[in-house]
C-alpha cells in the first residue's frame, strides 16, 4: 500500500473540466490528485518565419507554475526563464505536433498554454493530457468558424508519470513519492500505445530491464485510463481525434464522389471540392483521361492549399477506334446527357459485330509540396444491343461484364466497386500510397 493508499498501479484521481477559460479557443481544468493545470489553447493566423509559405502550421507551447503553486512562493518567470519550464514547455509542444498533421492544418499557429494551480507531482504530464483536450478545442472552433473543413487531429495523445519508491514499481507519483522515488519515469503514448517520449532516470539507483517493463506496461494502462477521461470530457467533440486524413475530390458527379468515398472509406474521409469553397469549372483539355485528372486534382490542389484527388474516365470501344474515349461525356454534344450518349454509341454500333469495349480510369493524387501520384484500372466487357438495368449511370445500361452476366446497371454498388474500372485504379493508388508509407 502506497502513502495515498493506492495499489501501485493505480493512479490518482482524474477530473478534465472542458471550456475553463471562455476567451480560449479551447481550454480545459485538469486535476490528477492534489495536481491542478490549466490548459488553454489559442490561434493565430499566421506561422513562425523559418514555416512562411511552406503551406503547414504549428503547435507550440507555454509553461508554469503559478506563484502559489507549491509550499512556498515560487518566483515569476522574469526575462530569463526557469529552465525546468522551458524543458517542460519543449516536450509538451514536440508532443502534441505528434497530434496533428500540420499540413492539414494550414498556416497557423496554435500556442498551448500550460498554467499550473497546484503542483503535487506530475505537472508536465498532466499539462501534456490536458494540453490534448484544450488542442481538441480550438480544432473543433476552427472547424464551426469555417477555417477547417476537417479535423487535422490524427492521434491522440496523453502522458503519465511512474517510478520506483522503496523498490517497488509504482504508477503517477504524487510529491511525496516522486521527492523520494529511486526511478523516476514520464511516458507519452499516442492511442495505438505507441511511444512518443519516454524520460527516465535512476536518481537513487540503477534499475533493471523487468523493472523498466513493469514501469512501461504500468504506464501503457494509465494512459489508456487518461485517454477514456479524455474522450469523456470532450463529449461529441471526441470524434475529432484520430480523424482520417481528407482529400478534396475534384468532381462535381455525385456518382463518382459516392464510389470515391465507398473505396477509400478505410483510409480516407474524401469530401467534395465544394466543401472547401471550390466551384470554378475546370477545363478538362488534355488528350488522355492522365492529363485530365491531373488537371483536375492540381487546380482543385492549387485554389484551396488542400490534397485532392481526382478521376477522369470513360468508355472505349475497340471497333471505333478507342471512342468516345476521353469526349464520354460529352459524345453527343451536351455534357452529361446519359440519353443521348447511349443513344448516340447505339447507332454507331448499329451493324458492327465487334462489341468488345472497355471502361478505363485515370486516378490522380496532388498533395501540396510533393509529387503527384497517377495510378489507371481497366475493366473489360461488351457492348449490348439495349440498354440493360436500372442502376449507375453513363454507359452502365449498355455494358456487360461477362464474369456476373450483368450490365453496370444492373450489378449493385458491392459488386461495382470490387471490380469497375475506378476500383482497380483506386486499389493501385492504395498500393502505392502504402508504399510510400513503408
Known sequence: MRFDGREPDQQRAVSIQTDFVSTAAGSCLIATGGTRVICTASVEEAVPPFLKGKGQGWVTAEYAMLPASTGTRKKRDGIKKDGRGVEIQRLIGRALRQAVDLKALGERTITLDCDVLEADGGTRTASITGAMVALTGAVDRLIREGKLIASPLRHQIAAISAGIVGNTPCLDLCYQEDSQAQVDMNFVMNEKGEMIEIQGTGEGRAFSRKELDQLIAYGEKGIRELMEAQRAALGERKEL??????????????????????????????????????????????????????????????????????????????????????????????????????????????NVTDRGAFFACALALVRPGEQPLIAEGRCPGTILRERRGTGGFGYDPLFLYEPLGKTFAEVNEEEKNAISHRARACEKMKEMLAGQAE
Open 241 to 350: 481525434l484520430c480523424a482520417k486524413p481528407v482529400l478534396l475530390a475534384a468532381t462535381g458527379n455525385a456518382h463518382k464522389l459516392k464510389e470515391l468515398q465507398h473505396i477509400f472509406a478505410e483510409y480516407y474521409r474524401i469530401l467534395p471540392m465544394s466543401a472547401a469553397g471550390f466551384a470554378e469549372d475546370i477545363e478538362e483539355n488534355g488528350s488522355t483521361f492522365a492529363e485530365n485528372a491531373l488537371i483536375k486534382a492540381e487546380a482543385v490542389c492549387a485554389a484551396t492549399g488542400l490534397p485532392a484527388i481526382a478521376d477522369d474516365s470513360g468508355l472505349m470501344v475497340t471497333a471505333l477506334d478507342g471512342e468516345p474515349g476521353v469526349y464520354s461525356a460529352r459524345y453527343a454534344g451536351k455534357h452529361g446527357d446519359d440519353e443521348a450518349n447511349n443513344d448516340l454509341l447505339l447507332r454507331k454500333m448499329e
